[in-house]
């Protein structure tokens, strides 16, 4: 079981990013697949899940702001991310787990994102 986050860099204050996750060894669709983030100094913090049945759930923080959504046919994640803000800079992580909600099994590697004031 593998997961890639991929999608980062360097955008300015309002601008956009779309994240992926690339799974390998498992079917996304099986599993609700989250996506966290952290940022220098701060505990990982959960910013959006998946269910399987396709059901999404955001934090606050990002809520109408960011959009989670899969293509099972590809077997990939993705995270549209606009209007970022300074304090969205963080390494953002896609991982799966039994339920949204539940500490993950399997994380991938990070991906940075920076957003500059």
């Known amino acids: 079981v593998q997961l890639q986050a991929s999608g980062g860099g360097l955008v300015q204050a309002g601008g956009s990013l779309r994240l992926s996750c690339a799974a390998s060894?498992?079917?996304?669709?099986?599993?609700?697949i989250l996506w966290f983030r952290q940022a220098p100094g701060k505990e990982r913090e959960g910013v959006s899940c998946?269910?399987?049945?396709?059901?999404?759930y955001y934090a606050d923080s990002v809520k109408g702001r960011f959009t989670i959504s899969r293509d099972n046919a590809k077997n990939m994640l993705y995270l549209q991310m606009n209007s970022l803000k300074p304090e969205d800079t963080a390494v953002y992580y896609c991982?799966?787990?039994?339920?949204?909600?539940?500490?993950?099994?399997?994380w991938g590697q990070g991906t940075q994102v920076t957003v500059s004031s």
């Open positions: 998946i269910s399987s049945g396709g059901n999404t």
């Open positions: 991982a799966a787990a039994t339920k949204c909600g539940s500490y993950p099994g399997y």
């Open positions: 060894g498992f079917t996304l669709d099986y599993y609700p």
